[in-house]
């Protein structure tokens, strides 16, 4: 018998679903019996309970389930039968009027888009390009020394100065009263790299160990405090101790605590310059791919099924709530996060998997074998044992997934580049490192 489809509005399908009455309730009292064999009942040995107990106790949900399965699998068979690429689950909801032992349900449902993609010539993509500098190596090398440094006190008549590690009382108050966050005691912070408020800084700057001084502090209009953002603040701040920073010098020991094995400076700096390049190619090709994809999207006429924005909605919510999880919040899995937060972003994500989907579907890009082999061994590089990670990849099913996943936006993002116009732009190592 052949389906009516009816369409209602864009991806919106609705179809007529009829089962049988005779055969629900030949199932049901198939299942039943089935149950009875292992129902307990007070007063009744296993497998002796009357049925009419069982029908009375179970037969509600028993019958709930058997029609359930029975719509699942003549929802299937009409889906299949019409041709439909159904995206969500239906809404099934019961008929009045049908015939004598028959149920009547109408399904409602949307059904995936046709994805129209036009000629990518006529698209336009900046692709950025990107050095590593020996200014980048040096700058590298001066974050390795702070990583490393150490701290000695200085004399009763140093000031604190840019460097130093300077350790503080301090209480703030607004009009006269205290405010959250504006008292500590024994508070540590390095003068001269920004992890004060610079009016802060300011003031302690050139202050002596057992000093205390009063000054006024005006917190910035976007403040990440809410409560004080705008407001000005009279702090009252006494220095404890002062310390000096000592840099490790940049030498064959310097060298052979990170790991080097032959010591030297020159081999240092070249191990420095194999992983900022390794790190630059990643970061220049995650923003490559992006502005790809951003201009295959723009090239692109579908409508996006709302089932699928909101099953992309609820992952980000479930996400959200298990990153809140690890971050130790309690009664994270509970946390009242709304989906429609995410539901821009959602569509943005469901949209362009449509669009990538039917561009790799109709230009034959799917991830081959050498190209995943190849992404797997570069991985590998960055790990102190490659031939290990390479086969902890290989044989686990999520992380292949996810390689292939990677393989087939690459060629995508190939693909593109290869038809759109192309401007290319060189980004300052700086640039490129800040923005990612």
């Known amino acids: 018998m052949a389906v009516t489809v009816e369409t209602l509005e864009k991806l919106e399908r609705r179809i007529t679903l009829t089962l049988a009455a005779d055969d629900i309730n030949t199932e049901v009292e198939s299942r039943l019996k089935k149950l009875a064999r292992t129902v307990k009942a007070d007063g009744f040995r296993p497998g002796k309970v009357p049925m009419s107990f069982v029908a009375q106790r179970y037969g509600a949900s028993v019958q709930y389930e058997v029609v359930n399965d029975k719509l699942g699998e003549a929802f299937t068979s009409a889906a299949n039968e019409a041709k439909l690429r159904v995206a969500g689950m239906p809404r099934i909801e019961q008929k009045d009027g ?29 692709r950025i390009a990107a050095d590593v500098t020996e200014e980048a190596i040096d700058k590298t090398v001066e974050i390795l020394r702070k990583q ?27 009009d006269g009263e205290p405010f959250a966050g504006g008292k500590a005691d024994g508070f540590q912070f390095l003068l001269g790299e920004g992890q004060m408020l610079e009016a802060f800084e300011k003031a302690v700057r050139g202050m002596k160990a057992g000093e205390s001084k009063t000054f006024p502090l005006a917190f910035p209009e976007d403040y990440h405090g809410k409560d004080v953002a705008g407001k000005e603040a009279d702090f009252l701040v006494t220095v404890k101790k002062i ?58 006429e579908l409508d996006v099924p709302n089932a699928l924005i909101e099953g992309e909605a609820e992952r980000m919510v479930a996400n959200a709530r298990e990153d809140l999880k690890k971050r130790g919040i309690k009664d994270a899995d509970k946390a009242p996060i709304p989906a429609e937060l995410f539901k821009d972003q959602a569509e943005k994500r469901v949209r362009l998997g449509l669009v990538v989907a039917e561009l790799v579907r109709s230009n034959n890009l799917q991830a081959k074998p050498e190209q995943l082999q190849a992404h797997i061994e570069e991985i590998s590089q960055s790990y102190e044992k490659p031939a290990e990670v390479v086969r902890w990849y290989l044989s686990d099913r999520e992380r292949m997934a996810e390689v292939e996943a990677v393989v087939i936006e690459n060629n ?25």
């Open 98 to 126: 049908a015939a004598d032992g028959q149920l009547a349900f109408d399904a409602t449902f949307e059904v995936y888009p046709e994805v129209k993609i036009a000629d990518l010539a006529g698209a336009e993509v900046e």
């Open 148 to 174: 490393r440094r150490s701290f000695a006190q200085r004399g009763a008549a140093d000031v604190a100065a840019d460097g130093d590690r300077v350790s503080i009382d301090f209480e703030g108050k607004i």
């Open 243 to 300: 310390e000096a920073q000592h840099l490790p010098e940049v030498n064959e020991a310097f060298a052979k605590a990170l790991g080097i094995k032959d010591g030297t400076v020159e081999a240092l700096r070249a191990d420095i310059k194999k992983n900022l390049e390794r790190e630059v190619k990643f970061r220049v090709l995650a923003k490559n791919k992006g502005a790809a994809m951003d201009a295959l999207v723009g090239k692109a």
């Open 412 to 436: 995508v993002t190939d693909f593109i580049l290869g038809k759109a116009k192309v401007t290319d732009k060189s980004l300052p190592f700086d640039e490129l490192m800040a923005g990612a």
